[in-house]
């Protein structure tokens, strides 16, 4: 689904974003993305996303290669890729359904199939009553919702999503990765880049992948049971 492989990303000659990462991630997983600021994980994103392309290495998500995939295809990949950011994102002056709607249109959908699918995602992101509030009158965590219905639009089997979680509260917070699981287990593969370690304590199952200056230094999935813990 998601193959890094020995990918670098030198933004200039003073420093290395990325330094030889590979990694996996398999079909329907939720994986964190973690590590200090700086260690390169919204460099990771922006490379899956295909917005930046590796100095060296490549890339591979749904079946597109950073080597292969030229800037005018990008778009057929953007549509198995959503993302969600920190910042939200979305239109000011414009509802949360507006919001929805105006990435629905881009994706061509047809006039009478906008409003109940825009009204379809809002539910789903349990936005239902809010459809009708300006962006500017929502809480942060609903913000972050419609970003997600917004992401949602062409059921991408991919969402990513940059410390989506780094403008909210710890409710918000917890709202917002419990939408997450839902849509994880209806098949979608998550990879939230976060340093919020609480979060990650808080979800142990959750796969944890740690970048450290560029480089890939664990992996929770190939890491040993910690002592005491195994053999149960
Ligand atoms: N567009 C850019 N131009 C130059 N350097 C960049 C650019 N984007 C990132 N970098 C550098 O690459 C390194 C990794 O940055 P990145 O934004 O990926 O880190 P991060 O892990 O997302 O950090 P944070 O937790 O603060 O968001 C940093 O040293 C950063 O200064
Ligand atoms: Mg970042």
Redesign the pocket.
Known sequence: MIKLTEVT?D??RR????DGVSLHVRKGEFVFLT????????????LIHMA?RPTSGEVRVCGFSSELTSDREIWKLRRKVGCVF?DFRLLPGRTARENVEFALEVTGSSRTEILPRANRLLAQVGLSAKGGAFVEELSGGEQQRVAIARALVNDPPVLLA??PT?NLDERASRGILELFRELNASGMAILM?T?DLEMIRAYPKIRTLE?SE?RLVFDSAAAPAPAGRSGG
């Open positions: 990303k933004y200039s420093g290395r974003a990325l590590g200090h600021s700086g260690s390169g994980k919204s460099t990771t994103l922006r930046d920190q940059d410390e780094g880049a340093h970048l560029g």
